[in-house]
């Protein structure tokens, strides 16, 4: 096995135009296990965690902040990065456990692209765009679009997820996940919900219930008519209970190793109906 450790993403694009074949590798905590198992047999490597181009992130001047896919977890649980994307601190936060989130990051939940995985319901709730470079070009794609299936995405094989870009908004935002238990777990079902007060309009992504993170475009636009996201009132009992349903509704679980479908469904609608609670508690 040949290993390349490439200083900067310009080199190691050009590491990947000359080995079609190469994996690419960051915190190792996905793809080392499937080396362990002997799932996969790499020939050849691209080690990118000496990059420090990846490991950066910052905020910029159209209210937006842009995030390297080589910055770990450890980084977003906390400091100003919390600040300004509380939901991803939340959902860093319930990453496996200190060792994994120290190694662990984005652009390795997005490579891997799980519907489980606990950064991806975040970048869906808040519209983030994918940073895409290879030899050739550079490119950015709605995360709509980036992931298509279970462990599936819009990646170009002579590509590498260079960073995201999340939208910052005005308004709550949290992260809730249910596992088999409290820590160190995969998630069972998960959901993020942000509130956008300056369209006054709410999202939720969910995961673990559907071969991508969903969308509940349906249950967002019911609840916007039915509450002002301006307002600084609890959100009424019955009108919460409502949403958990009609979010529900909108899930698409599967019966696997880890849950029943009917277990996921239920899950989720609890998931957002605590949410939007915690939003706006009475
Ligand atoms: C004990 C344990 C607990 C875990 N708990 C959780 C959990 O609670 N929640 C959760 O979501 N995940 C969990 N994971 C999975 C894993 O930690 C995350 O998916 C993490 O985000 C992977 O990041 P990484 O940098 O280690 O990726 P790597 O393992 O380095 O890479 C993962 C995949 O992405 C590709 N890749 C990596 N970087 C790039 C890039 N820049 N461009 C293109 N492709 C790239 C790799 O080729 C590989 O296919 C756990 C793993 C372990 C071992």
Redesign the pocket.
Known sequence: MTVALPLTIREAVLALSNTPDA????????????VNFNHLKPNNIIA?RRIQE?RTWQKNADGTVTIG??V??QEMESGELKQLVPALAE?AR????P???A????????????P?????PVLFALDAVVH?QSHEALRQISIHEFMLGVKRNA?NAN????AVTIPLLNGWQGYA?V?VRNA????VASACLAIDKSTNSVRIGLGAVGPTIIRCRDAESWLSQQFDFSSTTGIDGAVAKEFGRRVTLESKPIDDHRSTAEYRRHAVGVLAQRLITRAYPS
């Not at 319930?94 to 456990?97: A, C």
């Not at 489980?116 to 991806?120: E, M, T, W």
């Open positions: 994996r690419l590798i960051q915190g190792g905590t996905d793809m080392m296990v499937e990118l990846l896919a080589g770990p977890y959902a319930t990453v496996g456990s060792q994994i989130r190694a662990g990051t984005l652009g390795g939940n997005l490579g891997t692209c799980s489980a995985g606990d950064g991806l895409l990646r590509e590498i997820i260079t996940k596992g160190m777990v995969i998630s």
